[in-house]
């Protein structure tokens, strides 16, 4: 089944990551964020046509790149501290994993309605800014519907002076 609606929603968690990397989890969206090994496996790979969208996205909202580390039974989300140390996404804040799961979708699909509730959720203000540049950017491709209570997301009109 295609899926052309795409759901970012507040309370859209998941209680653990599935470190399974298989094609079907890549291309399936999912109803929960449990296998972000297996979008980010793909954007994160250098030969990706969306890897640059991605490593840049990264870059500018959090401040570093993501990629996925190595284990026994596939791959997890995280960054390399040394050659042997690691950081997972579990291990860094839920905020970044809505992120990681918003971004990755974000650099593949195309023709795609996303719904996201609350983007400023668990995020800097700047941070946000440069969410939103993303996904602005993004609109060429495809369609947002975006709800809030954020004044930096949907500023307030401007007062007019008389």
């Known amino acids: 089944m295609i899926r052309i609606v795409v759901p970012f929603l507040s309370k859209r968690k998941t209680a653990s990551y599935q470190d399974d990397v298989r094609y079907g989890q890549v291309t399936t969206i999912h109803p ?7 979008k980010v ?9 969306g890897h ?32 042997d140390q690691h950081l997972y996404i579990d291990q860094m804040g839920e905020g970044l994993a809505n992120i ?16 996201i509730e ?16 993303l996904i602005l950017e993004s609109s060429k491709r ?6 809030t209570h954020s004044n930096i997301v949907v500023p307030p009109p401007r007062q007019r002076r008389e």
Do not use: C
């Open 32 to 38: 929960n964020m449990a296998y972000p090994a297996a």
């Open 41 to 49: 496996s793909r954007v994160a790979n250098r030969s990706y046509p």
């Open 52 to 83: 640059d969208f991605f490593n840049d996205a990264f870059v500018k909202i959090l401040g570093f790149p993501i990629g996925t580390v190595s284990v026994t039974n596939g791959q997890r989300v995280g960054i390399y501290l040394t050659h």
């Open 100 to 115: 990681v799961a918003l971004l990755s979708e974000l650099a593949v699909n195309s023709g795609k309605l996303f719904l």
């Open 118 to 133: 609350e983007p400023e959720n668990d995020l800097h203000p700047q941070a946000l800014k440069a969410l939103l540049d």
């Open 142 to 147: 495809n369609q947002f519907i975006i709800s």
